[in-house]
């Protein structure tokens, strides 16, 4: 099922207004993959899966390359995702499996973390992946004009610009007025603007350990 133009507008309006939008998939699909294609073009890549499974995990049992393996059930920080690619995927797609109502999103809209930022500092500011992509550590900037990025995990700076910078975005997402979203039911999904907010995850209790989302990412809308 295809939004109409008609349909599609108040579902944009709200995603450039909050930087997201919760909705109920059933009507586009049954499975992740069919909710994504109907709203949007999916991102297909060789090193990830389409889609992907989020259950909690203890961080024990992981690898530290993942932000589970880094956390475990304690929050994760603000991040928006793949922000060591050069080009992050634009919209991240958040589709209920087994719902769990202690269990958060949180959300934040990325342009008030960076108000007040010169825009020739932000240039000047310069980051890199904390390990190769494809062999090259590029070079990054947390705002790049039609996007902003952020991970105080997998990027670095590498100037003192971008130390500065790096404590300054810190201290602002660590008193942020945020959006809580809950997935409350099976197919209840969060569409996220992956360039215009940065997102986190509550804690996970013991009443949230059978939590199941699935993510896939998209590079534009339909409509």
Known sequence: ???SPR????FLQKLTEYGYVQFDGQPFGNSTMEIGTNIGMV??????KTVQELTPSNRASLEASSYSGNYGLEEFPFHSDMAH??????YLLLCCRVP???VETRIVKSEQIFEGEETNDLRRALFRPRRRLNGRLSHLRLFEGDFYRWDSLYIEPINKLGVSLRSRIIDRLANANYEAIVLGYSNQCLLIDNWQTFHARS???SEGMNR???RLYLSGLKG
């Open 1 to 3: 099922m295809l939004l």
């Open 7 to 10: 349909q599609m507008s108040p």
């Open 43 to 48: 991102i297909t890549l060789p090193i990830i």
């Open 85 to 90: 690619w050069f080009q992050p995927p634009r």
């Open 100 to 102: 769990a109502i202690s």
């Open 203 to 205: 804690a996970v209790t």
């Open 212 to 214: 199941k989302l699935e």
